[in-house]
């Protein structure tokens, strides 16, 4: 008589008043496996207090046990700590690790994300973020992969997210206005506007200086300059020797004096 087949049990664990870490909640993170393939999860880790939090850390470990065991029986196969989801934060170098033990947990699918009366997240709300204090909901499961000499490992997978409550957030601290910039008071009368310096047309202050946009057409001011669709020939530039023919003078301007000339 056939065995019966064993009913294959699904390790959950809720996460209550966790601090969240690393978050990649909106946006999954893209890695790439041994054999080249990409990957893309959605990701956080989830710090619990060893000292106010010891029911939860064992709530964890004995769904880990589980696991093990409805994977491989009594011969439960031993597994470096690095194998396991959940890890000690005092081997970390990180902030706010120093004193918890922490849990990641991935999903390729993104997990919903709530506040705290149930009420859909996005992004734009700006929580959860790196810091604050969630619940969430994770399937511990054993991975087995015979190919990959490190294939056996206790993984958690993400599958809901709740605001709880603010916390400090990690990270660079928020800037300081008042630190870092001064009280400009009112505008001066010799201030540059604060519309754009750029000018639609240069003024006389702009004749040694090239105007950003070409002219439709030539001002007084153009006199050195070669009007468009011609060249200049040299009786334009330097006149008539004959006195008595000579052309009335263009208006000329007043030659800069070598104090006057602009540095």
């Not at 710090?47 to 589980?66: F, G, M, P, S, T």
Request: net charge negative; glycine share 6%.
């Amino acid at each position: 008589m056939a065995s019966e087949k064993k009913e294959k049990r699904v390790h959950k664990v809720v996460l209550k008043n966790v601090r969240l870490s690393f978050p990649k909640l909106w946006r999954p993170d893209v890695g790439q496996r041994d054999d080249g393939t990409t990957t893309r999860k959605y990701k956080a880790n989830f710090l619990i207090d060893k000292k106010k939090q010891k029911a939860l850390i064992q709530e964890i470990n004995d769904a880990i046990q589980d696991a093990l065991e409805d994977k491989f029986g009594a011969k439960i196969p031993k597994l470096k700590p690095e194998k396991f989801c959940l890890r000690d934060g005092d081997d970390e170098e990180y902030d706010g690790y120093e004193g918890m033990m922490y849990l990641g947990a991935s999903n390729s699918k993104k997990p919903p994300i709530v506040g705290r009366n149930k009420e859909p997240l996005s992004e734009d709300d700006g929580k959860p973020y790196a810091g604050c204090y969630v619940n969430a909901v994770v399937h511990i499961w054993v991975q087995n992969n015979e190919a990959d000499k490190g294939g056996k490992r206790v993984n958690a997978s993400l599958e809901a997210v709740q605001f709880v409550r603010d916390g400090e957030a990690f990270g660079a601290p928020a800037i300081d206005v008042d630190e870092v910039f001064d009280d400009l008071g009112e505008d001066d009368e010799d201030e540059a506007p604060k519309r754009s310096s750029r000018r639609s047309r240069p003024s006389d202050d702009d004749e040694d200086e090239a105007p950003r946009r070409r002219r439709s057409r030539p001002s007084d001011d153009d006199e050195d300059e070669a009007p468009r669709g011609r060249t200049r020939s040299k009786r334009d530039l330097i006149g008539d020797d004959d006195e008595d023919d000579e052309p009335a003078p263009r208006r000329r301007r007043k030659p800069v004096e070598d104090d006057e000339i602009p540095f």
